[in-house]
């Protein structure tokens, strides 16, 4: 492992002008110094960003520096996990396939050990690098679980080689896995088959019942960049045919986080249609046989910026939306208001609006089980 030493006090760290790894990792560090981060902020960030990207020897330098900066009683257990692994990654063997092999088992833990996944969370969503580290673009949904609690879904970002070119480099695509609760603990994480090997699936949004599951794909055969599909869920946890809900939904271009709402309230965000600007949030009623037409949810749920995505809470009249509509364009949840009850201090005033109608719509008929695609 190359070593880079970084004069915490001075902030001068040494460069290794023939090493562009080096430099890059000062770069890194730099970049983050003079956003007003310490130095113990840095060097979780960074170690934590670069095991999301599996590069374990960089992760395992940021979390060395992190014990010589803050010393053993500073590190969590979470910490000593990750950094356990960089170190393993890093001490390997170099010898054909070994660290192919490797990386694969630190990957099949990373998957299966809920306190860990949770743990990074935060740096999955929020790299303070933009665009340089982060694995997910824009917001990363939490997982989303069934009523009972006992099973989760999320999605996560791997690489793997294209299946066209021999010199190709890997590209970035998103899997959805499937969780139980067991006693309190997340645990046996095993992949959702709903696309193709090479496409990508995101978004999961599981029905309360957890019969159906809502996702995002690019798959073949979409009408743009990524339609919103739905399948069904057997008993053993395995998918049906991946459904598309047609042009009532899905665009030229893209509809992503879908979510459910009291059975047959669909939301999903999309940048297809004339809107307030970049993601807007639209809903449509999901029935037996069909779906309605999707309805934009108007000026004040939607911003000039992306928003994500939107929570409820009907008995308060409120709603929750993920927005980077802030002033430094960071995600955050913003508060609005809607139905009759106005809330003091929400983000922007109550407004009778489409939404109402969806919400007081009568309809309890079960899911389709057809296409959608009409």
Not at 159 to 185: A, C, Q
């Amino acid at each position: 492992m190359i070593s880079v030493g970084m004069q915490a006090q001075n902030n001068e760290p040494f460069i290794d002008r023939n090493n562009s790894e080096a430099n890059k990792r000062v770069e890194d560090y730099l970049n983050l110094l003079t956003q007003g981060y310490s130095d113990v902020e840095i060097f979780q960030d960074l170690g934590n960003a670069n095991f999301l990207a599996e590069n374990f020897e960089t992760a395992a330098f940021w979390y060395e520096k992190l014990l010589e900066n803050s010393g053993e009683e500073a590190l969590t257990l979470d910490y000593e996990t990750l950094y356990s692994f960089s170190k393993d990654y890093v001490s390997a063997p170099i010898v054909v396939g070994e660290k192919d092999k490797l990386k694969s088992r630190i990957r099949e833990v990373y998957v299966s050990n809920g306190t860990t996944r949770e743990f990074l969370d935060e740096t999955r969503k929020e790299t303070k690098i933009q665009g340089k580290l982060s694995t997910i673009d824009g917001y990363a949904p939490s997982m989303s679980v069934t009523a009972d609690g006992t099973v989760a879904y999320f999605s996560k970002a791997v690489s793997r080689k294209p299946l066209y070119g021999v010199f190709s480099k890997k590209e970035t695509i998103h899997e959805i896995y499937r969780m139980e609760n067991v006693n309190g603990t997340w645990k046996n994480a095993k992949k959702v088959s709903v696309t193709p090997k090479y496409a990508s699936a995101k978004h999961p949004a599981v029905s309360a019942d957890g019969k159906r599951l809502f996702f995002a794909s690019n798959m073949r055969g979409s009408y743009g960049k990524y339609d919103i599909y739905v399948a069904e869920i057997s008993s053993n946890g395995d998918a049906g045919v991946a459904k598309n809900l047609g042009p009532k939904v899905n665009t030229k271009e893209d509809e992503l986080y879908p979510n459910l709402h009291n059975g047959t309230l669909l939301f999903f965000a999309s940048a297809g249609r004339k809107g307030y600007g970049g993601l807007d949030l639209y809903a449509t009623q999901v029935t037996r046989r069909n779906l309605t037409t999707s309805v934009n949810l108007g000026s004040h749920i939607n911003s000039k910026k992306d928003d994500y995505s939107i929570a409820l809470n009907t008995e308060k009249g409120m709603g929750y939306v993920v927005s980077n509509r802030g002033s430094n364009q960071s995600i955050a949840q913003y508060t609005v208001s809607y139905g009759k009850n106005v809330q003091k201090n929400t983000l922007v005033a109550n407004r009778e609006d489409k939404l109402n109608e969806l919400l007081n719509d009568d309809s309890t008929l079960e899911y389709s089980s057809t296409s959608f695609d009409e």
